[in-house]
């Protein structure tokens, strides 16, 4: 085994280094320098490109195929994928003035996802602290839910740093983007775009368009955006779907979600695009419309057949409603088009692993690592695999090689798996030394808390359980074990009115928990008697 490993190591695929890539040198007096610096931009050589016509635009600053090149390698450089849905800031948390209904229907809002018997429970399937129940990949949006506590300013601002966990807003992070963007420019920005004249630029559509992605990408002014697009729609008689898709942008970006809702409704009518439908969806789901966005991207996918991205975007919106079968379909239907997607591979293996199929998520795991997969999370999921389907001899090395990769975001559950491995093999110490390591690393790690104060009990230490009990309830109340743990701790101690009041709220978390069911049966007895 120890030969194979090493043999491992050898095979293993260096990554592409793009600094170390050498560039063609450029042949004099036979290549064009604009056809050049527009070589270097396809071949996304975006600051040699820059570098290059800084240098034409130095000599004349009229070239206006030198300054499309220039502008349009700013944006790409700066380009991020938008499509995504993004955590939400503490100025977006306190200065929401969107009215949502307080009572939803099961199943129809993010705020009241499914939790009928029928959908994932607890027991099986561990949820992370904003209380949905944890997918197999991590995309920005997924750990916090609205309208609980982990989507709250109380949330915002704990952690190690206190008010880094999430950003003041969403559209800062695109500030501090734009900014960090502009500090290399030693003269100041190449374009002053409070200077430019609009109605100008919207009469020269190719420069137009490039100029309203650089201002949406590199400077980041929605509003300079939003008035480019403006005067560009007037211009085209409000034919153009481009346009209106950049003004719906621009307004999502403001915050101002039924006008972007509005011009990305008539941009489809124009031209139905998945990009638009994307960004639509998006709407929806900040309006805590989920069922309007799944038509939208159930229409998309009639247009669409083959576009995996409004699949993957139906599926993500019924994992954020607890429908695992149904976001289970929807990623073996992106697999059965495209067989390297990750997410669909993680998802789909994470979804095994808590259907007790660890042999068959053991097999889509390494599926990854040989498409060139290779980090923490990854390793010690493979650990997990290997011993949940028997094969000890690799859960070690598995789990070592988890530790040389991890980083201070991912040491805590690191250690928590391993600390799990030992319970399961009878090794009390190593796990009690484990789940140490682990909330040294992070204080808040409910999870850790919760199996220490287990550990603590089987010590007799019964004043130190509780005390673990009641801090992993207070970094995570919505997980129903510490709950539960120390209603049960409580009840022996002989405060029944305590237990009572922790054995109700562990059934808040999990109504179908049957020790916490027969706990509060016998406590009515007990109140009943008295």
Aim: charged letters at 25%; hydrophobic letters at 35%.
């Amino acid at each position: 085994l120890q030969f194979l490993y090493f043999i491992g190591n050898m095979v293993q695929p260096q990554p592409y280094d793009d600094e170390s890539a050498k560039e063609p040198e450029l042949p004099p007096n036979k290549l064009d320098r604009a056809v050049y610096a527009l070589s270097l931009m396809r071949r996304r050589r975006y600051d040699k490109a820059i570098e290059n016509c800084t240098s034409i635009l130095e000599e004349n600053a009229l070239d206006k195929q030198v300054w499309w090149i220039k502008t349009k390698s700013l944006t790409q450089k700066s380009w991020i994928d938008d499509t995504e849905m993004e955590d939400e800031g503490v100025a977006e948390l306190l200065l929401d003035e969107n009215a949502i209904s307080g009572m939803p229907r099961p199943g129809t809002s993010f705020e009241r996802p499914n939790t009928s018997s029928s959908q994932v429970s607890q027991a099986v399937r561990p949820s992370s602290g904003s209380g949905r129940p944890q997918s197999g990949f991590l995309r920005p949006g997924t750990q916090s839910r609205p309208g609980t506590k982990s989507g709250s300013v109380e949330s915002a601002f704990q952690g190690a740093r206190p008010g880094s966990a999430r950003p003041v807003t969403s559209a800062g992070r695109y500030v501090r983007l734009g900014t960090a963007s502009m500090i290399s420019e030693v003269e100041g920005p190449f374009i002053n775009i409070d200077k430019l004249d609009m109605k100008r630029y919207a009469q020269r559509p190719p420069l137009a368009k490039v100029l309203c992605d650089f201002i949406l990408y590199h400077e980041r002014n929605p509003m300079k955006a939003l008035e480019l697009g403006a005067e560009a729609t007037k211009i085209v008689q409000y034919n153009d779907w481009w346009w209106k898709a950049r003004l719906g942008k621009s307004l999502y970006q403001l915050g101002l979600y039924r006008d972007a809702e509005k011009q990305f409704k008539s941009s489809l009518k124009n031209q139905s695009m998945v990009v638009t439908r994307l960004e639509l969806g998006k709407v929806f789901q900040k309006l805590d419309q989920p069922l309007t966005a799944l038509e939208l991207f159930e229409k998309g996918n009639e247009t669409h057949p083959t576009d995996t991205h409004l699949l993957l975007a139906s599926a993500r919106v019924h994992e954020h409603l607890n429908n695992q079968e149904h976001a289970v379909s929807y990623y073996k239907q992106v697999l059965a088009l495209d067989s390297s997607n990750s997410e669909a591979i993680a998802c789909l293996a994470s979804n095994h692993f808590y259907d007790d199929q660890p042999e068959i998520a053991l097999r889509l795991y390494r599926r990854l690592l040989q498409m060139g997969v290779t980090n923490t999370e990854l390793w010690s999921n493979l650990g997990l695999c290997c011993f949940y389907a028997s094969q000890y001899d690799m859960t070690l090395s598995c789990f070592e090689r988890a530790l040389t990769l991890a980083s201070d975001d991912n040491m805590a559950d690191t250690w928590f798996n391993i600390g799990q491995i030992a319970i399961g093999i009878g090794d009390l110490g190593l796990a009690y030394q484990a789940f140490k390591v682990s909330i040294s690393v992070d204080p808040n790690h409910a999870e850790s808390f919760n199996n220490l104060g287990i550990l603590e009990l089987r010590k007799q230490n019964a004043d130190q359980a509780r005390s673990n009990f009641h801090t992993a309830t207070r970094l995570n109340p919505h997980i129903h074990e510490p709950l539960f743990n120390g209603g049960l701790l409580a009840f022996k101690l002989g405060d029944f009115q305590e237990a009572y009041t922790l054995t109700m709220k562990a059934l808040e978390q999990y109504p179908d928990h049957t020790e916490s069911l027969e706990l509060r049966k016998q406590l009515r007895k007990h109140f009943t008697a008295v």
